[in-house]
């Protein structure tokens, strides 16, 4: 099966899909994602009846152009009913949680197999987004990452990991495993999504934006959250500044036109640049393109 192609999503915005006055308003917040939740934000007495809900809430939250995704459970029987409610026209990837093995990938994505072809939907077009929530599935992260081709994916879950290893989400703490997060994605071809701190805490705006801007230094292209004040902050810090799209254009133009001439040590700017450099820049320019084709196809 051919890989599912990789999102441009800076922001993702969680809506408990019971909220249906947040339903209703999670497409006016500027998230290029919304995740529909089946989960946390769900209270157990309700789930049943959340199910109910997704097809009449993927549309309202999908009208300005975001990205649907829904987040599932993870006990197994749980999760077999929330696949077969998830699996529906409009959403673009479904988020696993608590995953601690590749087996688990490899099992939802049989089953997402044979509601696709029951369904008569694109076979192999739902992705997948993971969540390594526990240390054992820490451990395993490389070999999650590749398990299966649907995934476009993959975060840390900073509450849960934390909790599973006995410790504060501080970044101090966090900054191995979320590092190691951000190596067992791009090893895999896939997306690293999350920061070097807690979702928790969103009311501090100064305080997110210098987490989330480090994050982005470390490697992470985009993140979730859970309060529409957050949403911005990600959009603007997980997108290249315009003089840094400007600066990128001028030293892959140099550098280019410095080969075609034969030279041999290019010179930008001042600075001596190398192919590394430059294919930095060249990520930086395709990282705007992307996040441009998406906006212009959101309208």
């Not at 994602?33 to 007495?45: C, G, P, R, Y």
């Not at 995953?99 to 696709?116: G, T, W």
């Not at 190691?180 to 791009?186: D, E």
């Not at 470390?218 to 993140?223: I, S």
């Amino acid at each position: 099966m051919t890989a599912v192609t990789l999102p441009a999503w800076r922001s993702m915005l969680f809506v408990p899909v019971t909220a249906p006055r947040f339903v209703a308003t999670g497409a006016d917040r500027g998230a290029d994602a919304i995740i529909l939740d089946l989960e946390d934000s769900v209270a157990a007495s309700e789930k049943p009846r959340a199910r109910t809900l997704l097809t009449e809430a993927i549309p309202q939250v999908a009208r300005r152009g975001a990205d649907v995704l829904i987040r599932v459970n993870r006990p197994w029987r749980m999760l077999v009913r929330d696949l077969e409610a998830a699996v529906l026209p409009g959403v673009v990837a479904l988020m696993l949680t608590k995953v601690d093995s590749p087996e688990h990938v490899q099992a939802c994505a049989e089953i997402v197999d044979e509601l696709e072809a029951e369904r008569g939907l694109p076979r192999g077009g739902l992705g997948f987004v993971v969540l390594i929530e526990t240390v054992a599935g820490f451990f395993r992260i490389e070999a999650i990452a590749r398990a299966h081709p649907r995934i476009v994916a993959i975060s840390l879950g900073t509450e849960d990991f934390t909790l599973s290893a006995g410790m504060q989400p501080d970044p101090e703490g966090l900054l191995y495993p979320k590092q190691h997060t951000v190596f067992a994605a791009r090893a895999a071809g896939i997306l690293p999504l999350g920061f070097v701190g807690s979702i928790a805490d969103f009311r501090d705006q100064e305080a997110f934006r210098l987490i989330v801007r480090r994050s982005r230094r470390l490697g992470f292209v985009g993140a979730s959250c859970i309060h529409p004040l957050q949403v911005s902050v990600l959009n603007e810090e997980f997108a290249p500044a315009p003089a840094e799209v400007e600066q990128a254009g001028r030293m892959v133009a140099a550098y280019d036109a410095a080969l075609a001439a034969g030279t041999g040590a290019v010179q930008f700017e001042g600075k001596m640049i190398d192919v590394p450099v430059v294919e930095r820049a060249r990520a930086v320019l395709a990282r705007d393109a992307a996040i441009r084709a998406r906006l212009g196809r959101a309208g």
